[in-house]
């Protein structure tokens, strides 16, 4: 694994918005960087990244069965109570799942480290998936990277195989929070695989879903909601003032209601208590866990539920905390075994792999000025060359 420096295409900005990627610059600064590329070999892609998130992720699914058998763990993932049995019924009725991203801590040599399983509503995968493809192609052609390279990246052929394994009756309507950019994109990117797949699409804002007397959920022109693609965190949903709704509809979910059971931070403390010493597993506790003093105070301090960072915390003896503020934290906090990001020309490195459709086929990488991941951190090409 290498970070190559590299010369931009010239017209990538003028080709990033015809594809419609609008949001490849910040205000302050690129988003997407063409700068440089990383380079891995075969073995580090198959054995690495590859073959562990097809490994753990089976052990997610392992937990899942666990979880919807267990009040207790339910208790402790911060779930309501109301929403217990919609979940379990999700999981039994065996609803499909078409996506979720593992973020690792991944240097090239050393096992690649869990920190987290965006389970639910990861965004970044247009880029992953698409616009990365076409800077290989580009690449190979201006010269830049070796004629032969090849990229982790199988997945917007998945994505549309993902979609018409799901046995959705169009209309699908696919849906994003209002005043975000990148959120729409990726939604208008997933809504454009499932045009692929087949399917009629209907894209509207989660504001502009309702619920009628039945307790029913309706479009704007009051058409029923039978399938639902909901960039919209599980959590956040709970707490909505339909959610009592949504045991009782007749909507289908995408993701399915058994993907709460993954999308927060507590369940990495259970993945860590049912494979202890496991080498791509960080040792994890309940912050108010006695075990959690096993950390020795080099650990970092997550929300249960958080977004892009927020109100996390790194700590490690003998130097300041590092920090960052947000309105998460009211459900608790895990303590997690410190793993600091690698610096690759001083930039925070990490490593986003994708598990589409139940199998891991695709990565992107992440970089950042600091040590926690933001929502500011750029999105970096990379390639197979050996």
């Known amino acids: 694994m290498r970070r190559i420096q590299l010369p931009e295409r010239p017209d990538w900005r003028e080709h990033a918005e015809r594809e419609g990627f609008h949001f490849h610059t910040f205000d302050d600064g690129p988003y997407w960087y063409e700068k440089a590329a990383y380079q891995f070999s075969l073995r580090q892609i198959e054995a690495d990244l590859e073959d562990v998130t097809d490994e753990l992720y089976a052990m997610c699914l392992d937990f899942v069965d666990q979880a919807v058998r267990d009040e207790k763990i339910l208790r402790d993932l911060r779930i309501p109570e109301f929403a217990w049995p919609m979940i379990q019924d999700s999981w039994r009725r065996n609803e499909g799942s078409l996506y979720g991203r593992m973020d690792f801590c991944y240097d090239g040599a050393g096992p690649a480290k869990l920190l987290e399983f965006n389970a639910d509503t990861p965004t970044s995968i247009y880029e992953a998936a698409y616009f990365q493809w076409g800077w290989l192609e580009d690449a190979m052609r201006l010269g830049l990277i070796p004629p032969d390279s090849d990229q982790y990246n199988a997945m917007h052929e998945k994505l549309v195989e993902a979609f018409a394994y799901l046995p959705i009756v169009s209309p699908l309507h696919l849906a994003s929070c209002q005043g975000s950019e ?205």
Not at 231 to 241: A, Q, S, T
Not at 267 to 290: I, Q, T
Not at 306 to 325: D, K, T
């Open 182 to 386: 990148e959120d729409r994109a990726t939604v208008e990117y997933l809504q454009d695989c499932a045009n692929q797949a087949g399917y009629e699409t209907k894209f509207l804002y989660i504001e502009d879903i309702g619920a009628d007397i039945q307790g029913q959920f309706n479009d704007l022109e009051d058409q029923p909601i039978r399938w639902l693609f909901k960039l919209y965190p599980w959590e956040w949903l709970m707490r909505e003032e339909y959610a009592e709704h949504l045991a009782g509809c007749d909507t289908n979910f995408i993701e399915p209601a058994w993907k709460a059971v993954l999308s927060n931070k507590a369940m990495l403390v259970y993945l860590w208590r049912r494979h202890p010493g496991h080498p791509n597993l960080l040792p994890a506790f309940f912050a108010e866990e006695p075990a959690a003093r096993e950390l020795m105070g080099n650990y970092a301090r997550k929300p249960v539920y958080a977004r892009e960072g927020a109100n996390i915390s790194l700590f490690q003896q003998g130097r300041e905390p590092v920090e960052l503020p947000g309105s998460y934290g009211e459900e608790g906090y895990i303590h997690q075994a410190l793993a600091p990001l690698p610096q690759f020309d001083g930039n925070y490195t990490v490593i986003g792999s994708w598990v589409i459709n139940g199998e891991a086929c695709g990565m992107g990488i992440r970089e950042d000025d600091g040590p926690i991941t933001t929502d500011d951190a750029r999105f970096v090409p990379h390639f197979i060359a050996d």
